[in-house]
């Protein structure tokens, strides 16, 4: 299984970005998704997930309103819009799959999902 995440960059406080994560290998449409995220210096944190069926997507509270997680199981991707950045957003952003199909519902734990993608570093300069 692999997942490909891009879209990260440098930006301006205010701005926009899309995430993007392709993954291979495995029946995307079966399995939930989610985005993490690591700042320097802290720990990988929840940003949001989605289920296998497109619907229950959870958020951290501090993105949501801004965030909106998607996916096109068409094209067994699934992508973060990223609205109104901050700088406390700065972070590396992984991608990853829940190590369980059709899960009921989403689950916000990592351990819980079992491949992930390289990272795509989003930096928000004010």
């Known amino acids: 299984v692999q997942l490909q995440a891009s879209g990260g960059g440098l930006v301006q406080a205010g701005d926009c970005l899309r995430l993007?994560?392709?993954?291979?290998?495995?029946?995307?449409?079966?399995?939930?998704m989610g985005w993490f995220r690591q700042a320097p210096g802290k720990e990988r944190d929840l940003v949001a997930a989605?289920?296998?069926?497109?619907?229950?997507?959870a958020y951290a509270d501090s993105v949501k309103g801004r965030f909106t997680i998607s996916r096109d199981n068409a094209k067994n991707t699934m992508y973060l819009q990223m609205n109104s950045l901050k700088p406390q957003d700065t972070a590396v952003y992984y991608c990853?799959?829940?190590?369980?199909?059709?899960?009921?519902?989403?689950?916000?734990?990592?351990?819980?999902?079992?491949?992930w993608g390289q990272g795509t570093e989003v930096t928000v300069s004010s």
């Open positions: 993007s994560c392709e993954v291979s290998g495995r029946t995307f449409s079966a399995y939930g």
């Open positions: 989605i289920n296998w069926s497109n619907s229950r997507p």
């Open positions: 990853a799959v829940d190590r369980f199909a059709r899960r009921l519902g989403v689950t916000t734990l990592h351990y819980e999902y079992d491949y």
